[in-house]
């Protein structure tokens, strides 16, 4: 009998090209992919990949088995979300992925508030900005951030929730400073961009050609906060930060609509069916703020 874990290895090697590559997708070490991968060529007695300067290639044999190995992995996760969907406890694991600034500046304490009340559901909530692969059950349910619904996968379910919109910041004490005269060019702040944003020019204040790129969206809002120049931020973030106001004369760009999504037999769970109403009806409340209409623009 061929071991399914020794076929997910495989995979990742396959997909990845590397045994390292393959490590860091399963969150294992480098010797164990080659135990993995060597017990599955031994008991198919061929090998499956030629180790090149470059990385790992598949032998004829491994094409072969890849075809086949897919075909297997498809059938264990549609095995698995058909017995998840069966599920109607309210207890079990449960798995959410979101945006960051979601999870930590405005979801938190809505997912709390769930974990007390609920407190046999287990969860693991991913902070990323990675789209986890909800059909190969990598999350129970997502909360995206969609800027075209003609994107979302036809396979998902999606709940439909407010609007987001974003505006443009800077720290209070440095927009007095700048009225008061002060020389200090303002920067723009950004995680990653390749030339000066529109909204670096808008309004009242103007940035400099020298951007300041930070690693993450919490360094970029340090940034601003310390008056090293202004960022675009989504309002529910800009708007609740008291060391923050908006850049005058700069208008607020819809950044997209916020969705919860959930896949198949997944969402008929109990703890999925819970979690998504729960969420949708706080979402719901938080339209104001997601929209920049809680605090009037100075």
């Known amino acids: 009998m061929i071991d399914w874990d020794d076929v997910?290895?495989?995979?990742?090697?396959?997909?990845?090209g590397s045994v390292r590559a393959a490590a860091k997708h399963l969150r294992v070490n480098h010797s164990t992919v080659l135990r993995r991968i060597a017990q599955l060529e031994e008991r198919l007695g061929?090998?499956?990949?030629?180790?090149?300067?470059?990385?790992?290639?598949?032998?004829?044999?491994?094409?072969?088995?890849?075809?086949?190995?897919?075909?297997m992995e498809a059938?264990?996760?549609?095995?698995?979300?058909?017995?998840?969907?069966?599920?109607?406890?309210?207890?079990?694991?449960l798995r959410v992925t979101l945006p960051p600034f979601?999870?930590?500046?405005?979801?938190?304490?809505?997912?709390?508030?769930?974990a007390h009340l609920h407190p046999d559901i287990e969860m693991e909530i991913s902070s990323t900005g990675e789209v986890a692969?909800?059909?190969?059950?990598?999350?129970?349910?997502?909360?995206?951030?969609?800027?075209?619904?003609?994107?979302?996968?036809?396979?998902?379910?999606?709940?439909?929730?407010?609007e987001l919109f974003s505006g443009v910041y800077i720290s209070r004490k440095r927009l007095a400073a700048r009225r008061a005269g002060a020389p200090d060019p303002i920067r723009w702040i950004v995680i990653d961009s390749q030339g000066l944003p529109a909204w670096a020019r808008a309004g009242e204040v103007h940035a400099t050609e020298v951007p300041f790129r930070s690693p993450d969206a919490e360094t970029q809002i340090a940034a601003?906060?310390?008056?090293i120049g202004m960022t675009k931020l989504p309002c529910f973030v800009g708007d609740a930060d008291p060391l923050l106001v908006r850049v005058p004369g700069t208008d607020l760009p819809m950044h997209g609509t916020l969705w919860l999504l959930t896949q198949g037999e997944t969402r008929k769970t109990k703890r999925v069916r819970l979690f998504t109403e729960f969420v949708s009806r706080r979402l719901a409340a938080y339209a104001p703020l997601l929209a920049?209409?809680?605090?009037?623009d100075d």
């Open 8 to 16: 997910r290895y495989f995979l990742a090697a396959a997909r990845g």
């Open 46 to 71: 061929a090998q499956m990949f030629e180790k090149l300067p470059s990385g790992y290639r598949l032998t004829a044999a491994g094409e072969e088995v890849l075809e086949l190995a897919e075909q």
């Open 75 to 93: 059938s264990s996760h549609q095995l698995e979300t058909r017995v998840f969907g069966r599920d109607q406890s309210a207890r079990g694991l």
């Open 102 to 114: 979601l999870a930590t500046h405005l979801l938190m304490p809505d997912l709390a508030d769930f």
């Open 133 to 162: 692969n909800l059909t190969n059950r990598e999350a129970d349910v997502a909360v995206r951030i969609v800027t075209d619904r003609k994107t979302l996968p036809l396979n998902l379910h999606g709940l439909m929730g407010p």
């Open 224 to 227: 601003v906060q310390k008056g």
């Open 292 to 296: 920049g209409l809680s605090v009037p």
